[in-house]
C-alpha cells in the first residue's frame, strides 16, 4: 500500500465505510491523512461532575452505576441512557442510535466523558459525549469533524492504521536545505503529530510545517501560473508616448496614477500580455488609468474594450473615458443589452469593422455575435462579479490580448500577493488633490433625531443622501419589510417634501439600476437601501450617508458604503448609527472616523475579525486553505513567499523538484479553476 492506495483498502474500513470517507472528499491514504483534526479535546484534567458548568464543554471522569433499558422513542430514534458517577454527583449520559458504544460500557467501570454539559443544577446531562477508558494513555485527542455513520473513534483508528502504514514512510517534497533554513520538521513527524501530539510543543512544530506547506504550495501555484499565461502576444505596442493624453485631460494626474500608467506601458510594451490589477480606494481614479491603457491600444492601431457588471457602470464609464478621449479624435461606444436591436446591431458592425476605437459595456461584450475586428486590450471593473467563463469569454474576443483588472477593493499587500498572485499589481494609494476627506462620526441611537436633521439640512441645501437600512438578521423577506418601513416612517416624517426610493436586495437588476438612474438624475433624493448599493456609482451631488447599525458590518465593508459620499465638490459626511455601544464598537467605529484609508481600513479589519470573515465565501478565488490562517500566520506567510523566491529561481518550472511541483498542481487543479483566468 502507499499514499496514493484508496482509503477502502485500508485495514478496518472496507466499501461501506470507503463511502462515507468518500462523502467527505477522502478518496486516498494521502487524503486520509491529510484529513486534520478540527481541534484537540484534551482527557488529562478531568473536573468533578459538580463543578462542571451547564452550557459548556467539560471533561469528566466517573464511574457506569447503571444502564438504563434501550427506549424507542419513535421509529427510527432509540435513546441508550446511562448513570455514571464521580464521588459526589451523578450524570445522566444519552446516546442516540448509538447501540455500539452502549453495549461497549460496562457497568462498575470507571470511563473519562468529554461533551457539553447540559441538564439543570439538581441533574446534569451530557449527550453524546466522546467516551475513553480512564486508564487510557494517550489524553490528547485529535477531534474531526465528521459525517453521519462515521463516529470519531473510527476515524481515530482509521487514522493510527493509516500512520502505521505509510507514515514512517511518506516522501517528504520539501527540499532539505528549505527544511532546516526555517526550522520544519520532517514531514512523517509533522503528520504523526498533527493527529496525536506526543506533546504541546510536538503539536505546535507539526502544525507550523504543515501550515507552512500549505503557503508555500500557494505561493508556487500561483507563480507557476503566472509564467504559464505567458503566451505570446500579437499586440506588441511600439508607441507607448502617454504625453499627448496627459495634456488633454482636464486635470493633472496623481502621482500615483502617473506611476500606474508607467507600469501599464511598460507592460504592453512586451511581447507577453499584461496581467495587472488596478487597486485602489473609490475615487483613486482608475479610470483614468484605464483610459490610458486605452489610449495606447488605439495609438497602435488597436481597440480596447471595458466590461462592468452593470448597465449605470457601462455607462458612467462611457461618459467618463468619452470625456478623455474624445478631444483626441478616439470613437468611444457603449454596448449594453438594453439598447434597441438596430442600433445594437450597427454598434457591433462597427466594432467588427473596427469604425468603433473603444467600447465600454456589460456582459453584452462577450455575447458570441459581438466580435472586434483587432482586440489588444480588455480591462474588466471589478473583476469578483464576473465567472471565470465570463472572463475568459472576455479575453477571447481578441488574440491574447493584455488584460486589466479594476478593483475598489483595498487589501492588505501580503494578501494581495496571494489572492491575485498571478496578477502584477499597480496601487492608487493617493487621492486627486482637493478632494475632502469625508467626515465621519459615530453616535448612538439617542442622536438619531439629531442626525437625522442634519440629514435634511443637507437636502434642503440642494445636496442628496443615502441611508443604509438596519440589518435585519432572519430572512430577506424581512429584510425588505424592514427597509420598507423605514422608509414609510421616513416619508411621514420630516422628510415629506423630498422624494425618497428604495433599493434592497429583493430587487431584479433592471428595478435595481432604475432607482439607481432616478437618484443620478436627482429625482429621488434620499435613498433607502440595505447593503446593495452599487458598487462604484458616483453621485457627486450626494453628500451624506446614515449607516443604522453600524456595528453590524465589518470596517470594509463600512469603508466601501462611504465611498458612495465625498465624490464631488462638496464636503461630505457619514453618520455611523449604533444601538450597542459596547467597548469594542466604539473602538471599530473610532477607527473609521479617524481614517479614509481603505488600505489602513482592511488591515484593522484583517486583525479584528480574522481571515475567514474577512474575505467572506471564496469569492476571491483562492484554494481553501486546511491549515494555515493568512491572518494569524502572517509570519509564515512571508517565509513562505522568500522560499518560494528562492525555488523558482532554482527551477523557474519546478521541474527539479517534482513532488513539490506535483502537490502544487494538484492543490490548483482541484481548487483554484478560478484564478486561472
Ligand atoms: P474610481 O477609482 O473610484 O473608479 P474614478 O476613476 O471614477 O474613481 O474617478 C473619480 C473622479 O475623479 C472622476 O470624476 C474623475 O474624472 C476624477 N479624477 C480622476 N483622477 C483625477 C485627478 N488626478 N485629479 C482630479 N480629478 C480626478
Ligand atoms: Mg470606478
Given at each position: 500500500?502507499d499514499?496514493n492506495?484508496?482509503?477502502s483498502?485500508?485495514?478496518?474500513?472496507?466499501?461501506k465505510r470507503?463511502?462515507?470517507?468518500?462523502?467527505?472528499?477522502?478518496?486516498?491514504?494521502e487524503?486520509?491523512?491529510?484529513?486534520?483534526?478540527?481541534?484537540?479535546?484534551?482527557?488529562?484534567c478531568?473536573?468533578?461532575?459538580g463543578?462542571a458548568?451547564i452550557?459548556?464543554?467539560?471533561?469528566?471522569s466517573?464511574?457506569?452505576?447503571?444502564?438504563?433499558?434501550?427506549?424507542?422513542?419513535?421509529q427510527g430514534?432509540?435513546?441508550?441512557?446511562?448513570?455514571?458517577?464521580d464521588q459526589?454527583?451523578n450524570?445522566?449520559?444519552?446516546y442516540?442510535?448509538?447501540?455500539?458504544?452502549?453495549d461497549?460500557?460496562?457497568v462498575?467501570?470507571?470511563?473519562l466523558f468529554?461533551?457539553?454539559?447540559?441538564?439543570?443544577?439538581?441533574r446534569?446531562e451530557m449527550?453524546?459525549?466522546?467516551v475513553?477508558?480512564?486508564d487510557?494513555?494517550?489524553?490528547?485527542?485529535?477531534v474531526y469533524?465528521l459525517?453521519?455513520g462515521l463516529?470519531?473513534?473510527?476515524?481515530?483508528?482509521?487514522m493510527?492504521?493509516?500512520l502505521?502504514?505509510?507514515?514512517?514512510d511518506f516522501p517528504?517534497?520539501?527540499?532539505?536545505?528549505?527544511?532546516?533554513?526555517y526550522?520544519l520538521?520532517?514531514?512523517?513527524?509533522?503528520?504523526?503529530?498533527?493527529h496525536?501530539?506526543?506533546?504541546?510543543?510536538?503539536?505546535e512544530i507539526?502544525?507550523?510545517?504543515?501550515?507552512f506547506?500549505?503557503?508555500?504550495?500557494l505561493?508556487?501555484?500561483?507563480k507557476l501560473?503566472?509564467?504559464?499565461?505567458?503566451?505570446?502576444?500579437?499586440y506588441?505596442?511600439?508607441?507607448?508616448?502617454?504625453?499627448?493624453?496627459?495634456?488633454?485631460?482636464?486635470?493633472?494626474?496623481?502621482?500615483a496614477?502617473k506611476?500606474?500608467c508607467?507600469?501599464?506601458?511598460?507592460?504592453?510594451r512586451?511581447?507577453?500580455?499584461?496581467?495587472r490589477?488596478?487597486?485602489?480606494?473609490?475615487?483613486?481614479?482608475?479610470?483614468a488609468v484605464?483610459?490610458?491603457a486605452?489610449?495606447?491600444?488605439?495609438?497602435?492601431?488597436?481597440?480596447a474594450?471595458l466590461m462592468?457588471?452593470?448597465?449605470?457602470?457601462?455607462?458612467?464609464?462611457?461618459?467618463?473615458l468619452?470625456?478623455?478621449?474624445?478631444?483626441l479624435?478616439i470613437?468611444?461606444?457603449?454596448?449594453?443589452?438594453?439598447?434597441?436591436p438596430k442600433?445594437?446591431?450597427?454598434l457591433?458592425?462597427?466594432?467588427?469593422?473596427g469604425d468603433?476605437?473603444?467600447?465600454t459595456?456589460?456582459h453584452?461584450?462577450?455575447?458570441?455575435?459581438?466580435e472586434f475586428?483587432?482586440?489588444?486590450?480588455?480591462i474588466?471593473?471589478?473583476?469578483?462579479?464576473?465567472?471565470?467563463?465570463q472572463?475568459k469569454a472576455?479575453?477571447?474576443?481578441g488574440?491574447s490580448?493584455?488584460?486589466l483588472v479594476?478593483?475598489a477593493?483595498?487589501?492588505?499587500?501580503?494578501?494581495?500577493?496571494i489572492?491575485?498572485?498571478?496578477?502584477?499589481?499597480?496601487v492608487?494609494?493617493e487621492?486627486?488633490?482637493?478632494?475632502?476627506?469625508v467626515?465621519?462620526?459615530?453616535?448612538?441611537?439617542?442622536?438619531?433625531?439629531?442626525?437625522?436633521g442634519?440629514?435634511?439640512?443637507q437636502?434642503d441645501?440642494?445636496?442628496?443622501?443615502?441611508?443604509?437600512?438596519?440589518?435585519?438578521e432572519d430572512?430577506?423577506?424581512s429584510?425588505v419589510?424592514?427597509?420598507?418601513?423605514?422608509?414609510?416612517?421616513l416619508?411621514?416624517?420630516?422628510f415629506?417634501?423630498y422624494?425618497?426610493?428604495?433599493?434592497?436586495g429583493?430587487?431584479?437588476?433592471?428595478e435595481?439600476?432604475?432607482?439607481?438612474?432616478l437618484?443620478?438624475d436627482?429625482?429621488?433624493?434620499?435613498?433607502?437601501?440595505?447593503?446593495?448599493?452599487?458598487v462604484g456609482?458616483?453621485?457627486?451631488n450626494?453628500?451624506?450617508?446614515?449607516?443604522?447599525?453600524?456595528?453590524?458590518?465589518?470596517?470594509?465593508?463600512?469603508?466601501?458604503?462611504?465611498g458612495?459620499?465625498?465624490?464631488?465638490?462638496?464636503?461630505s459626511?457619514?453618520?455611523?448609527?449604533t444601538?450597542?455601544?459596547?467597548?469594542?464598537?466604539r473602538?471599530?467605529l473610532?477607527?473609521m472616523?479617524?481614517t479614509?484609508?481603505?488600505?489602513?481600513?482592511?488591515?484593522?479589519?484583517?486583525?479584528?475579525?480574522?481571515?475567514?470573515?474577512?474575505?467572506?465565501?471564496?469569492?476571491?478565488g483562492?484554494?481553501?486553505?486546511?491549515i494555515?490562517?493568512?491572518?494569524s500566520d502572517?509570519e509564515?506567510?512571508?517565509q513562505?513567499q522568500?522560499?518560494?523566491?528562492?525555488?523558482?529561481?532554482?527551477?523557474?518550472?519546478?521541474?527539479a523538484y517534482?513532488?513539490?511541483k506535483?502537490?502544487t498542481?494538484?492543490?490548483?487543479?482541484?481548487?483554484?479553476e478560478?484564478?486561472?483566468?
Open positions: 500500500m499514499i492506495s484508496s482509503v483498502c485500508l485495514g478496518g474500513v472496507g466499501k470507503g463511502e462515507l470517507y468518500n462523502k467527505l472528499k477522502i478518496f486516498t491514504l487524503d486520509l491523512i491529510y484529513y486534520f483534526p478540527r481541534r484537540y479535546d484534551d482527557y488529562s478531568p473536573v468533578p461532575i463543578e458548568q452550557n459548556e464543554h467539560a471533561v469528566i466517573a464511574v457506569i452505576t447503571q444502564k438504563l433499558p434501550a427506549a424507542r422513542i419513535r430514534l432509540v435513546l441508550y441512557k446511562i448513570v455514571a458517577a459526589r454527583d450524570i445522566t449520559i444519552t442516540y442510535n448509538n447501540r455500539y458504544i452502549y461497549r460500557l460496562i462498575g467501570q470507571e470511563y468529554e461533551g457539553r454539559v447540559t441538564g439543570g443544577f439538581t446534569k449527550n453524546s459525549p466522546s475513553l477508558p480512564a487510557t494513555k494517550e489524553l490528547f485527542r485529535p469533524h459525517t453521519e463516529t470519531a473513534n473510527m476515524v481515530t483508528q482509521n493510527e492504521t493509516a502505521k502504514v505509510v507514515g514512517d517528504d517534497h520539501l527540499p532539505d536545505d528549505i527544511r532546516r533554513e526550522s520538521p520532517a514531514l512523517n513527524y509533522a503528520l504523526h503529530n498533527i496525536f501530539p506526543e506533546s504541546d510543543h510536538g503539536m507539526a502544525r507550523r510545517r504543515l501550515a506547506d500549505e503557503l508555500l504550495t505561493q508556487l501555484g500561483m501560473l503566472k509564467s504559464r499565461n505567458r503566451k505570446s502576444t500579437g506588441i505596442m511600439k508607441d507607448t508616448d502617454l504625453s499627448e493624453f496627459f495634456s488633454a485631460l482636464p486635470f493633472e494626474l496623481t502621482g496614477q506611476r500606474a508607467e507600469d501599464i506601458a511598460a507592460d504592453m512586451r511581447d507577453y500580455p499584461m496581467n490589477l488596478i487597486q485602489g480606494d473609490v475615487g483613486s481614479g482608475k479610470t484605464a483610459a490610458a486605452c489610449y495606447m491600444a488605439v495609438k497602435n492601431h488597436t481597440q474594450a462592468a457588471p452593470t448597465e449605470i457602470l457601462a455607462k458612467q464609464h462611457y461618459d467618463t468619452s470625456g478623455f478621449l474624445e478631444p479624435g470613437r468611444v461606444a457603449c454596448l449594453t443589452g438594453s439598447l434597441p442600433q445594437k446591431n450597427e457591433k458592425e462597427r466594432l467588427k469593422n468603433i476605437d473603444v467600447v459595456g456589460t453584452a461584450l462577450i455575447s458570441r455575435s459581438t475586428q483587432s482586440l489588444s486590450l480588455v474588466t471593473d471589478e473583476q469578483h462579479r464576473f465567472g471565470v467563463n472572463r472576455f479575453a477571447e474576443k488574440e490580448p493584455h488584460k479594476m478593483s477593493t483595498p487589501i492588505p499587500r501580503t494578501l494581495a500577493l489572492i491575485y498572485g498571478d496578477l502584477d499589481i499597480s492608487l494609494n487621492l486627486p488633490k482637493g478632494r475632502q476627506p467626515e465621519t462620526y459615530a453616535v448612538t441611537g439617542k442622536l438619531r433625531e439629531r442626525a437625522l442634519y440629514v435634511k439640512k437636502l441645501d440642494g445636496r442628496q443622501g443615502y441611508i443604509v437600512c438596519p440589518l435585519v430572512s430577506e423577506v429584510e419589510m424592514a427597509a420598507t418601513s423605514y422608509k414609510n416612517e416619508e411621514r416624517g420630516i415629506a417634501d422624494n425618497i426610493g428604495l433599493l434592497h429583493q430587487m431584479n437588476s433592471a435595481k439600476e432604475r432607482v439607481m438612474q437618484f443620478k436627482n429625482e429621488i433624493q434620499l435613498l433607502v437601501c440595505t447593503t446593495v448599493v452599487e456609482v458616483d453621485v457627486p450626494a453628500t451624506i450617508m446614515l449607516v443604522e447599525n453600524s456595528d453590524r458590518f465589518g470596517l470594509s465593508q463600512l469603508h466601501q458604503l462611504r458612495r459620499v465625498g465624490r464631488g465638490k462638496y464636503k459626511s457619514c453618520i455611523l448609527v444601538d450597542n455601544p459596547t467597548e469594542e464598537t473602538e471599530r473610532k477607527i472616523a479617524s479614509n484609508d481603505g488600505f489602513k481600513i482592511s488591515e484593522e479589519d484583517l486583525k479584528m475579525r480574522g481571515a475567514g470573515d474577512f474575505f467572506g465565501e471564496r469569492q476571491h483562492l484554494p481553501p486553505l486546511k494555515a490562517d493568512i491572518a502572517r509564515l506567510l512571508s513562505a522568500k522560499a518560494a523566491d528562492t525555488l523558482i529561481a532554482r527551477s523557474p518550472d519546478l521541474s517534482p513532488m513539490l506535483e502537490k498542481e494538484k492543490m490548483f487543479a482541484e481548487n483554484a478560478d484564478t486561472m483566468n
